[in-house]
């Protein structure tokens, strides 16, 4: 099947620097990717919707600042955490749904760690 | 907003034990999906669902789209200890996914 592979899938960063956050698609073409966060035991919460050559698509209350996604190609979304503070720490996970049957595939996700 | 109510929050059954859990929607949805999530891992699809009414079976898994397209359960019978993990729902509309809040399951040998 179809596979979404993300990198790094652990990262420790101090407060105040920018980390960022790759999400590919491997054996298909994404015109759509979206990156959600969740919280220890919690459900997967959307963050934003990524679209490839044009902006992304934010749900309410996330910052479009703080968190920066740029879909420059048809396999490959990156999200940066800026400026990250121990609040931003969690674990964030990706998902490209292959045209083909629609399927949504969940990248392995990244654990970010804020110190 | 659209929201999904899940339960049960977390099991914890004997090994050989059928499982049962269900989400409910105030929406309708055009997809149920059932997905099951290990510990720091992404969500695995388990069972897709496309029409009101459908009864999807996995191995072990059983999963129904409810005729209001609202609601959804999924079934694991004879439970072993891989079964271990949390199980979501997440209900589709466009191409937009959202989750319910998760049923840890733990299996006891």
């Known amino acids: 099947g179809a596979v979404v592979s993300q990198h790094p899938s652990r990262v420790i960063c101090k407060s105040g620097t920018s980390v960022k956050i790759e999400c590919r698609s491997l054996?298909?073409?994404?015109?759509?990717m979206f990156w959600y966060r969740q919280f220890p035991k919690k459900s997967l919460m959307l963050m934003a919707t990524?679209?490839?050559?044009?902006?992304?698509?934010?749900e309410q209350g996330v910052e479009k600042d703080k968190f920066l996604i740029n879909h420059a190609s048809l396999t490959l979304s990156t999200l940066t955490v800026t400026s990250a503070h121990p609040e931003d720490s969690s674990f964030y996970i990706c998902?490209?749904?292959?045209?083909?049957?629609?399927?949504?595939?969940f990248g392995q996700g990244t654990r970010l760690t804020v110190v | 907003g659209q929201q999904l109510n899940q339960s049960p929050q977390s099991m914890f059954i004997q090994e050989g034990e059928d499982v049962s859990m269900n989400c409910t929607s105030s929406?309708?949805?055009?997809?149920w999906l059932w997905y099951k999530q290990d510990p720091g891992e992404g969500p695995v699809l388990l069972i897709a669902l496309y029409k009101a009414g459908e009864l999807t079976s996995n191995g072990r898994l059983t999963a129904q789209f409810g005729i209001t397209r609202k609601d959804s359960f999924l079934n694991i019978s004879a439970s072993i200890p891989s079964d271990v993990g949390i199980y979501f729902c997440?209900?589709?509309?466009?191409?937009?996914?959202?989750f319910g809040a998760g049923t840890i399951l733990r299996v006891k040998s």
């Open positions: 998902s490209a749904t292959d045209p083909a049957n629609t399927e949504a595939f």
């Open positions: 054996d298909f073409q994404a015109t759509t």
């Open positions: 929406s309708i949805f055009n997809t």
């Open positions: 990524s679209n490839e050559g044009s902006k992304a698509t934010y």
């Open positions: 997440a209900g589709q509309w466009g191409n937009k996914l959202v």
